[in-house]
């Protein structure tokens, strides 16, 4: 199992916006969880990953290659791509196109665009404004604010069944209405797409969710079961650079 994880907008796992260069989040988590191989991906200019990271490219299109050839090189039986928030809405983008085999997210964004989410009559949220921004950048630049739920209606075939799991905590109502969107999207895409989508609801939770079920443990049995048997080393390259390398830890 290789695991393609996602920061948020914000430093911290519970996806607070306040700022700074977002972390490379879940990196604990994985590790203690048994997994082997993870590509860790931020994106510093907290635009949703729509501009690109590094220096491949300016588009979502780009961040999707760069790991394509990642994948390539590592060679594994099973990718699963993570993310809170921000970086929920690009694991579930990335496993859309990329067919991954899994994604887990929690409180997602599954609309960008912030006149469609006033459409929606989607509650305020606290990143909004950084939506706001994104939105004119995007006028300027020329690239669309993509919600997921076009992403779905966009899937091909494919061979590979993607299984989309999204958890949200019942106290954001925001959060909840989204990820019914991105549900009813599914489960109205044709057969050939070969999707499917779990929404997992948590009582007494807000949108901070991830980060309390970091400290409650939850986290920690999810992402076991994600990695499952983990990410061997037998049959990685000698050039792959894996947690021995990682800094972050």
């Known amino acids: 199992t290789l695991v393609i994880a996602f920061a948020g907008a914000d430093a911290a796992l519970a996806g607070r916006v306040k700022g700074g260069v977002p972390s490379r989040e879940f990196s604990t988590s994985l590790r203690r969880a048994g997994a082997g191989a993870a590509i860790f991906v931020r994106d510093t200019l907290r635009c949703w990953y729509l501009r690109g990271v590094g220096d491949d490219g300016h588009d979502f299109a780009s961040v999707v290659d760069a790991l394509r050839r990642e994948v390539a090189a590592v060679r594994p039986t099973r990718v699963v791509t993570l993310g809170c928030s921000m970086g929920g809405y690009a694991a579930l983008r990335a496993a859309i196109e990329m067919g991954a085999d899994a994604a887990i997210a929690f409180a997602p964004q599954v609309v960008l665009e912030p006149d469609e989410r006033r459409r929606l009559a989607l509650p305020p949220m606290v990143y909004d404004h950084l939506l706001e921004g994104v ?5 300027a630049e020329g690239f669309a604010l ?4 076009a992403c779905v209606a966009e899937r091909g075939r494919r061979a590979t069944r993607t299984e989309l799991e999204v958890h949200v905590g019942e106290q954001c109502t925001g959060d909840c209405a989204e990820a019914e969107l991105l549900a009813a999207a599914v489960a109205a895409a044709e057969p050939e797409a070969n999707l499917a989508c779990t929404v997992v609801r948590h009582p007494d939770r807000g949108h901070r969710l991830a980060g309390e ?4 443990g939850e986290l920690h049995e999810l992402l076991r079961r994600a990695v499952g048997d983990g990410a061997a080393e037998q049959g990685l390259p000698e050039s792959y650079v894996g947690f021995d390398g990682c800094d972050d830890f």
């Open 135 to 139: 939105a004119n950048a995007g006028e």
């Open 146 to 149: 993509t919600s997921l739920v």
């Open 213 to 216: 079920m970091r400290e409650s």
